[in-house]
Nanobody, 127 residues
Framework: QVQLVESGGGLVQAGGSLRLSCAASGRTFSSYAMGWFRQAPGKEREFVAAISWSGGNTYYADSVKGRFTISRDNAKNTVYLQMNSLKPEDTAVYYC????????????????????WGQGTQVTVSS
């Protein structure tokens, strides 16, 4: 069982930056692949970024590639999402999620492969 708690959301102007954190409980955090997803009002939840258990592989949605960076610190049981050059269309609730056994690269992008989810943190980007 893994419990996830996101933090770091807030209101920022377009072009600004935020760093989201996701703290995980449980002794097996380092064995999980981790992902960030987001959901804007009236839209489906969508993939943002993911990272393998070792941190050696990272994956990004095309919409955030070059602006967002996912990282993890297994000693602190925490995964991060550094968001730069934010745009109003990045406004959403951001969720972190844990996936114990990704079978392929494709699984990192699929929200249905993730077993554990946090409650989310609101990110609002003003124009």
């Amino acid at each position: 069982q893994v419990q996830l708690v996101e933090s770091g959301g807030g209101l920022v102007q377009a072009g600004g930056s935020l760093r989201l954190s996701c703290a995980a409980s449980g002794r097996t955090f380092s064995s999980y692949a981790m992902g960030w997803f987001r959901q804007a009002p009236g839209k489906e939840r969508e993939f943002v970024a993911a990272i393998s258990w070792s941190g050696g592989n990272t994956y990004y949605a095309d919409s955030v590639k070059g602006r967002f960076t996912i990282s993890r610190d297994n000693a602190k049981n925490t995964v991060y999402l550094q968001m730069n050059s934010l745009k109003p269309e990045d406004t959403a609730v951001y969720y972190c999620a844990a996936e114990p056994h990704p079978g392929s690269d494709y699984d990192f992008f699929d929200l249905y492969e993730y077993d554990y989810w946090g409650q989310g943190t609101q990110v609002t980007v003003s124009s």
